[in-house]
């Protein structure tokens, strides 16, 4: 009976190691050493305010994203890198023959945005809204291997609050809300494409003066009016004061606002504020206001 049963366990190994390994799709940071497309990333565009200049990926951003769509829309391969890694800003990936779709991302934000679709590629408000820069392109991978030097643009509009009187005396965090543009894109337009709910909170020193603050969102058009509230709150939760502020955006461009935020913090007080100034202006000029 010992040698029956013996066998039979021999037999069961035998049939279980003949069987097919399960197939693991390759979708999520992953990356091969060889394959037939290699991206590297050869500048950032557009990142000094001043000027208009090209930087290195680690330059600007501490996280990159690559990403593989096939002809009907669906992720075949990502791999996400952060500042550090030695492949940061190079990546290779094997594909079948096809037409692909490819996405590249550098950002900053606390993790990695949902990539699963190309049409809604999602960051959210813990992750925070950083200045984002996008690549995406077409491309037919045939028998011959392929190397591409990636040129990412600026998609994000940037609001760069400044207060300039002092932090009062029990303050402890500010809280910037704003509606109007989006935390999520379209990588084919880099424009939003989802009416969000964008948060931004900051801890902040009693005391200190001309803080700065930027807001950064996708917005659905390449100019638009962020709504904005901003809410300075005590350390228990308790709201000290409070404004209301519609900002004009462009998309590839600073709007500064300035002001005496806390000048009349003894109450709570909703105030409003709208302005409308003519530019002409991608990425070559600030637009300032106050509030």
């Not at 952060?82 to 590249?104: H, I, N």
């Not at 925070?128 to 643009?153: C, M, N, P, W």
């Not at 002001?259 to 409003?272: E, H, K, L, R, W």
Request: proline fraction near 1%; hydrophobic fraction near 35%; include cysteine.
């Amino acid at each position: 009976m010992k040698s029956i049963g013996h066998t039979l366990f021999v037999l069961l190994l035998v049939l279980l190691a003949g069987c097919e390994q399960p197939v693991i799709t390759d979708t999520e940071n992953t990356t091969v050493k060889k394959g037939n497309l290699t991206l590297s990333i050869l500048e950032i565009e557009h990142t000094d305010f001043a000027a208009l200049t090209r930087s290195a990926a680690s330059d600007v951003c501490n996280h990159l994203n690559f990403a593989v769509y096939d002809a009907g829309g669906t992720r075949v391969k990502q791999t996400n890198q952060k500042l550090g890694d030695s492949d940061f800003g190079t990546v290779t990936f094997q594909l079948a023959e096809g037409t692909y779709t490819l996405v590249a991302l550098a950002h900053s934000s606390n993790g990695n945005p949902t990539m699963t679709n190309p049409a809604k590629i999602q960051f959210n408000n813990s992750q925070g809204y950083t200045d984002t820069f996008l690549y995406t392109k077409r491309i037919v991978i045939g028998s011959e291997a392929q190397t591409l030097s990636l040129s990412l643009h600026r998609i994000t509009a940037l609001c760069r609050f400044i207060i300039n009187d002092a932090i009062p005396e029990g303050v402890a965090k500010l809280e910037f809300t704003y509606k109007g543009g989006s935390g999520t894109f379209d990588a084919s337009t880099g424009l939003g494409c989802v009416n969000s709910t964008q948060v931004m909170k900051y801890d902040v020193q009693t005391g200190k003066k001309q803080t700065q603050y930027d807001l950064y969102t996708f917005l659905h058009d390449t100019e638009g009016t962020l709504h904005l509230k901003v809410t300075a709150y005590d350390a228990s939760g308790n709201i000290l004061h409070e404004k209301n502020i519609d900002v004009e955006m462009h998309q590839d461009q600073i709007t500064w606002l300035r002001g005496d935020f806390f000048s009349d913090a003894n109450s709570t007080i909703t105030q409003s504020f709208s302005a409308t100034v003519n530019i002409d202006t991608q990425w070559q000029g600030e637009l300032n206001l106050t509030y």
